[in-house]
């Protein structure tokens, strides 16, 4: 598995709209990007060769609600970009490491994404990424 760079961190947040004015009012950066995935909400904002995911449910049932009642809003995951997803969820999956999903499922902009399962990383949940050629 070749991990290409840290891609973004995902922050969990009540409302992509007002959470975003933190970094476009306080800090001089922008929106570059927003899409959805099935009921979650996303805006990008980058930084570097990173970016920051601000990540909302849509749905008061659905899973960051879900987290944000739990934990708060706040950081939620580290992704990393992978140029080959399949082959890091074999190479994981050979490992034994524990992952959230069986394989690869959408994530956003056209990505294929799989999470490391939290036990098993000390707490931090762990996103591997592979963004469409010429992303």
């Given at each position: 598995m070749k991990i290409k760079r840290l891609a973004h961190i995902g922050v969990a947040v009540k409302d992509v709209d007002e959470a975003q004015k933190v970094y476009t009012e306080?800090?001089?950066?922008?929106v570059d990007s927003s899409d959805a995935v099935g009921e979650l909400r996303t805006g990008f904002i980058?930084?570097?060769?990173?970016?920051?995911?601000?990540?909302?449910s849509t749905t008061p049932d659905g899973v960051m609600s879900k987290?944000?009642?739990k934990k708060g809003e706040g950081i939620h995951h580290l992704a990393f970009e992978v140029d080959d997803i399949d082959q890091a969820v074999a190479e994981l999956k050979a490992k034994g490491v524990p992952?959230?999903?069986?394989e690869a499922r959408?994530?956003?902009?056209?990505?294929?994404?799989?999470?490391?399962?939290?036990k098993a990383t000390r707490g931090v949940l762990i996103e591997l990424v592979e963004?469409?050629?010429g992303h």
């Open positions: 306080m800090l001089p950066l922008k980058p930084v570097g060769e990173t970016s920051i995911e601000l990540v909302m987290y944000i009642d992952l959230t999903s069986e959408p994530g956003a902009h056209g990505s294929r994404v799989v999470f490391l399962h939290p963004y469409p050629q």
